[in-house]
């Protein structure tokens, strides 16, 4: 009888802890909520007696996602080597998209927002964030991922007061139409890749184009002309997340573009383009009421939530490349 009330105690233990986990878990979950990009910069320089000046906005906000991966609810999951965190899959590649984005971003700033020409120096301290930003995410000690992260956050910092300052003049930001150019092509490859992880969840025929256009172009390795690519059952979630990830970021970035580089985009008639591209992305921030991320056949009975989401990406990465050829024109 005793070890049959053993038994019976055991069991509920473990299972009040299971759901207790289940329950953290759940509310590791929840995604950070969306800020407005030009009141959050206006009212953090006026807190802080900073003033607005081009490309202040751009880097608060970068500095304000980042901060949310490490400030959510759970905090920094990715590398996560204890329950639950251990066991989520959906919020580290949230976070991951995110994370992609804001690297992207910083290499941007590194090497085009930051510098007046191809021979001008480097800003010391973003030579610092952007590596620091580029630490594996699924790193957990000797350092962490969020220590090399803390660390660009603190340059990115000192960035931003040298930018406020109006009297040093060691840091700047340059709102020129090619730096512009420049970023939305990186972001335009990564879109792409998005959506195309994304449409393979039903599975394609493929033809390859790698080539196309040029006939004298040459590859390393040969490959079939035609292929076949279908998303594993089991990352269909997951690229489903890293895309939601990569929106949420890219939909604040492009806000905090369109303080900055505001004559830019008026001067090329574009603002309304770009509000475009916003609007499409935000349609991927939509509430999930499915339990899970269902993976139907493209005109099936059952819904495909990838084929949803790349549909968004697609129609945004589609007005990007229009944006790009506008900035292009004279």
């Not at 339990?291 to 939530?305: D, W």
């Given at each position: 009888m ?21 329950l ?55 590398n ?9 899959d ?17 290499l ?17 301290e ?57 970023w ?12 195309q992880?994304l ?13 196309a ?13 035609q292929r076949f ?7 269909t ?12 970021a ?27 591209i ?25 819904a ?10 697609s ?9 790009n ?6």
């Amino acid at each position: 009888m005793q070890r049959f009330l053993n038994a019976k105690w055991l069991t509920t233990t473990f299972l009040l802890i299971v759901f207790i986990g289940w329950l953290i878990s759940v509310y590791w979950s929840f995604e950070p909520e969306a800020f407005d990009v030009r009141t959050e910069a206006q009212t953090y320089a006026q807190t802080n007696s900073e003033n607005v000046v081009v490309g202040y906005t751009t880097t608060h906000t970068l500095i304000r996602v980042v901060e949310s991966l490490m400030d959510k609810p759970g905090g920094y999951i990715s590398n996560d080597v204890m329950p639950p965190g251990i066991f989520m899959d959906n919020m580290p590649r949230w976070e991951f998209g995110a994370l992609e984005m804001s690297r992207d971003l910083a290499l941007a700033m590194r090497k085009d927002f930051s510098r007046s020409q191809s021979q001008s120096m480097e800003n010391p301290e973003l030579t610092k964030a952007q590596p620091a930003l580029n630490m594996n995410h699924l790193s957990w000690m000797l350092p962490s991922a969020e220590s090399m992260y803390q660390d660009a956050l603190k340059d990115l910092y000192a960035y931003r007061t040298d930018l406020a300052d109006r009297g040093q003049g060691t840091a700047q930001f340059f709102s020129r139409a090619d730096n512009l150019r420049d970023w939305l092509k990186q972001v335009e490859k990564r879109l792409g890749n998005l959506s195309q992880k994304l449409s393979a969840s039903v599975g394609q025929e493929v033809l390859n184009t790698d080539l196309a256009g040029d006939a004298t172009a040459r590859q390393s390795t040969p490959e079939a002309k035609q292929r076949f690519e279908k998303t594993s059952w089991w990352k269909t979630d997951d690229n489903f997340y890293e895309a939601r990830g990569a929106a949420w970021a890219l939909i604040h970035y492009l806000k905090a573009v369109e303080v900055d580089f505001a004559d830019v985009l008026e001067k090329k008639n574009a603002t309304v383009s770009l509000r475009q591209i916003i609007r499409e992305l935000e349609s991927t921030q939509q509430t999930i009421w499915s339990p899970m991320i269902l993976n139907g056949s493209g005109l099936g009975m059952l819904a495909n939530h990838s084929l949803v989401m790349a549909n968004y990406i697609s129609r945004a990465n589609a007005a990007l490349i229009e944006l790009n050829e506008l900035l292009n024109q004279g």
